[in-house]
């Protein structure tokens, strides 16, 4: 699970101090009400769906941040924390990457990225590019970027070439159906969705003109 995106540090950093920010904060404002006690539960829930919102718009998507937001509103145990809430809660993020870093790299690597899938340290035309094991070395030398290889989640496929996550490994069969889809990028032939457009689009033009022909449709 150490190539999902919600494990990678910018999600378990960012993705905790957003919801213990908005957990404190929803904590904060019900604590103005005098029935605080009977409208914990609707802060919580309202918390934990803030802090979820917020994580898919800034892409750090954390699962554990919407423990996090709900326990600073419902937990007796942790209210009194208040604002230093939010330090405890980096300071333990912080160790467990820590752990993770030292723990993960022993035989794997860890993180696949620090900030973003996307390799943007290096451009296009300066990737490396890999030859996957077992594969047709025929098809690979079409060009030095035909197949190249990320740190990412995303496998796409241009005019220009395949770029494929390092830590996927294609069957001989994978890497002919990516590279048939990318000839057929180049060479601008039509997908299969539009040639059924086309085909549908065509059938109907012929009937409409067998029956225009069509004695039997004169007056």
């Known amino acids: 699970m150490i190539h999902s995106p919600a494990a990678q540090p910018r999600s378990s950093v960012f993705g905790h101090l ?33 802090a979820s919102a917020s994580m898919v718009l800034t892409k750090c998507v954390y699962p554990p941040g919407g423990a996090t937001a709900l326990l600073a509103v419902v937990d007796p145990a942790v209210q009194h924390l208040g604002w230093y809430l939010v330090g405890l809660v980096m300071l333990s ?45 025929s098809s690979l030398e079409k060009g030095p970027e035909y197949l190249e290889a990320t740190s ?15 830590h996927v490994d294609l069957s001989a069969e994978e890497e002919a159906l990516l ?10 032939m039509p997908t299969t969705s539009e040639a059924a457009v086309r085909s549908y689009s065509t059938a109907q033009q012929t009937a409409e003109d067998e029956r225009r022909t069509d004695p039997r449709n004169r007056t």
């Open 18 to 50: 957003q919801s213990v920010i908005i957990g404190v904060g929803m904590q904060k404002l019900f604590r103005m009400s005098g029935d605080f006690d009977s409208l914990r539960w609707l802060g919580g829930a309202l918390s934990v769906g803030l």
């Open 93 to 137: 993020t912080t160790l467990t990457l820590v752990s993770s870093l030292l723990v993960n790299n022993i035989q794997r690597q860890y993180p696949t990225y620090w900030w973003t899938a996307a390799d943007i340290s290096k451009s296009r035309k300066d990737m490396h590019t890999e030859k996957f094991t077992g594969s047709s070395t």
């Open 152 to 166: 990412g989640c995303t496998i796409s496929i241009t005019e220009s070439g395949i770029v494929v996550p390092r």
């Open 179 to 188: 590279e048939n889809l990318r000839d057929r990028l180049a060479d601008g």
